[in-house]
Nanobody, 116 residues
């Protein structure tokens, strides 16, 4: 399974960014896809996840501001994270996560920096 992330960058507070993660390879039985984030000096934490059945889960800190969605096109599955009303505390490295059966796969991470 290969994960390729894109869309991070520098944005001012109140701005928006859209993250994308394309999963390819043996992705036939994806259970869920999602985004986690890790700020400097902190543990990795949940951002948002979406299950194969369509249910979504958001961290309280991003509810109402972030939207997760998944698209499927033949052998490629893409998970998006639309981030609006960004705050400086959203600054972190964002990691794509894909769950296939009991295995977890992680992307390399993309930096999101929100300036005040």
């Amino acid at each position: 399974v290969q994960l390729v992330e894109s869309g991070g960058g520098l944005v001012q507070a109140g701005g928006s960014l859209r993250l994308s993660c394309v999963a390819s390879g043996n992705t036939f039985r994806i259970n869920a896809m999602g985004w986690y984030r890790q700020a400097p000096g902190k543990q990795r934490e949940l951002g948002a996840t979406a299950s194969h059945g369509g249910s979504t889960n958001y961290a309280d800190s991003v509810k109402g501001r972030f939207t997760i969605s998944i698209s499927r096109d033949n052998a490629k599955n893409t998970v998006y994270l639309e981030m609006n009303s960004l705050k400086p505390e959203d600054t972190a490295v964002y990691y794509c996560n894909v769950q296939i059966w009991s295995a977890n796969y992680w992307g390399q991470g993309t930096q999101v920096t929100v300036s005040s």
